[in-house]
């Protein structure tokens, strides 16, 4: 039992620390949005390589599916083992960011990516800032869950994955914790804010292929 434990918490951090290298980049790309044009600038170099099938098949999408199954798994055992330790706050934010993760991934992706490919366009920037526009309520707590619990369950998830897999990483200590994630927070709301419009002009967010697909739909009338 305990041996098969192991076998998929080492199944876990290997899938996960694989799709980090594209969370990394992404999420790193998503913290550019306060400069002007970076992030999609950014994005149309980086396009290429992370749809190309080979890495969007093998280092995305087959690592994020075992990724998931693999934490039902694990949770669906430690439900039947009930001398198992409670984790620290920390190690619960990490499980609640990636159930939160689990849940909204599909929708994110087909979003984005389905979009894309189904209507032959570029989402890019414009596509986040026509969902601020279009139900600000939503989309604004929305982009600021998925930005802030997408780098932090990625940041823990490689420091346990490091550990596990025997490399040494620094860790960061009890104090520092909460001025980290106050930054990562931070550092996604201006993001996020940038594509609202609230930090510079981002022009009109209704006037772009996006936006024109969900008018296509009836979900909205553009002015
Ligand atoms: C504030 C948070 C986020 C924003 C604003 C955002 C925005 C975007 C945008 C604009 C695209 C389309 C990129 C393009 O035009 O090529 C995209 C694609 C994608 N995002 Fe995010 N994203 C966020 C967080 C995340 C997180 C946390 C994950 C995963 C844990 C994620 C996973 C993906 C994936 C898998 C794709 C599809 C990539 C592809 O195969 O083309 N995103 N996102």
Known sequence: MEGSRKRLLLVQAISGATFAIFALVHLGNVLLAPIPGAFDA?????????THPLIEIGVMLVPLVVHVAVGVMLALGRRRRA?????DLWARAHRWSGWFLATVIVGHVAAERGIAL?????????SVSFALWWQPVFFYPYFLLLGSAGLYHTLFGLSRAARLLGVRVPRVGARARPIA?????GAVSLAVLAWGGWLYDVG???DNDYARVYESWGFVELP
Request: hydrophobic share 40%; aromatic share 10%; net charge positive.
């Open 83 to 87: 001398t198992a330790a409670k984790p």
């Open 181 to 185: 994630v106050g930054a990562l927070v």
């Open 204 to 206: 009109d967010p209704t």
């Open 42 to 50: 950014t994005a149309s170099w980086l396009r290429p390589i992370y």
């Open 118 to 126: 189904a209507y032959g366009i570029v989402t890019g920037g414009p």
